[in-house]
């Protein structure tokens, strides 16, 4: 099973600010990696895929880079509904695997 | 609109049985893979199952493997999972996502997330 680790498990951050969220796979998934958001009592969002790819409707101040074991989720100025937890995703190999989320919070 | 709405969440006791169903609508059904994703409560996102649009090919985590099943029925455009043999870590939220991409067998990309339905395990 490929392992995702995600650093850091909490980031404290203030509006307007920049973001850099880190996802390291036990071992190459290509650019098979998605992001998702998830906010409480909502359902998760896909926010990126293959690494780069912005999801329809994913804001452009959000960007994925990386492949081969080491990903980052960048948020390039921080508004307010963007407060969530973010999940990276690979589907490199199964089973499917999430990392354990980073937890982006004021 | 694409819409998913999972049903069949319930108080169970250890070792009993359970099916979820997850109804689709607003697309191509048959085109796409769907997935099972569940949310233990204070965890993180763990993927339980996935299945091709044909439903001729199946994936499952370890940790299900044996115990849950997932199907699709075209007719009624419902994904379904099977759960025996309950046990309390599988306390979770369940929710049915749809794959991003038609015609690929299963990504478990999942572009639209259902609102879950919960399933506890307890005595």
């Known amino acids: 099973e490929i392992v995702l680790t995600q650093s850091p498990a909490t980031l404290s951050v203030s509006p307007g600010e920049r973001a850099t969220l880190s996802c390291r796979a036990s071992q190459s998934i290509t650019t098979n990696l998605a992001w998702y958001q998830h906010k409480p009592g909502q359902s998760p969002r896909l926010l990126i895929y293959g690494s780069s790819t912005r999801a329809t409707g994913t804001p452009g101040r959000f960007s994925g880079s990386g492949s081969g074991t080491e990903f980052t989720l960048t948020i390039s100025s921080l508004q307010s509904e963007d407060f969530a937890v973010y999940y990276c995703?690979?589907?490199?190999?199964?089973?499917?695997?999430f990392g354990p989320g980073t937890k982006v919070d004021i | 609109e694409v819409q998913l709405l999972e049903s069949g969440g319930a108080l169970m006791q250890p070792g009993g049985s359970l099916r979820l169903s997850c109804a689709a609508s607003g697309f191509s059904f048959s085109n796409y893979a769907m997935t099972w994703v569940r949310q233990a409560p204070g965890k993180g996102l763990e993927w339980v199952s996935g299945i091709s649009g044909s439903g001729d090919s199946t994936h499952y985590t370890d940790s299900v493997k044996g115990r849950f099943t997932i199907s699709r029925d075209h007719s009624k455009s419902t994904v379904f999972l099977e759960m025996n043999n309950l046990r309390a870590e599988d306390t979770a939220v369940y929710y049915c996502v749809k794959d991003i991409w038609p015609f690929v067998v299963v990504s478990a990309v999942g572009a639209v997330w259902g609102r879950g339905t919960l399933v506890t395990v307890s005595s």
């Open positions: 995703q690979q589907y490199d190999d199964w089973p499917r695997t």
